[in-house]
């Protein structure tokens, strides 16, 4: 089993950044992709990005390609989203998934003002 925790979700004005942090535990060395995924007030959750655990490949919803940025540390079993030009649109809460065997962390909110 994998663990994560989510942080850095918090409140920023529109055009603002904010960069999440997901630090995994456990069983870690069963990871081979990570992700970001987000679900905002009365929609269903969706994928933000994902990146490969071991090559770096990094894979983006369209909503977000040019403004996210995901990465890792591997040493550090964390993965960051580095998260510019926010927009009011971008405003869930933020959660991380281990794969191939899914685990979710508890999530972070973020909410972009207008």
Do not use: H
């Amino acid at each position: 089993q994998v663990q994560l925790v989510e942080s850095g979700g918090g409140l920023v004005q529109a055009g603002g950044s904010l960069r999440l942090s997901c630090a995994a535990s456990g069983r870690t060395f069963s990871i081979s992709t990570m992700a970001w995924f987000r679900q905002a007030p009365g929609k269903d959750r969706e994928f933000v990005a994902r990146i490969n655990w071991s090559g770096g490949s990094a894979y983006y919803a369209d909503s977000v390609k040019g403004r996210f940025t995901i990465s890792r540390d591997n040493p550090k079993n964390t993965v960051y989203l580095q998260m510019n030009s926010l927009k009011a649109e971008d405003t869930a809460v933020y959660y991380c998934q281990s794969g191939p065997v899914y685990s979710w962390g508890q999530g972070t909110q973020v909410t972009v003002s207008s």
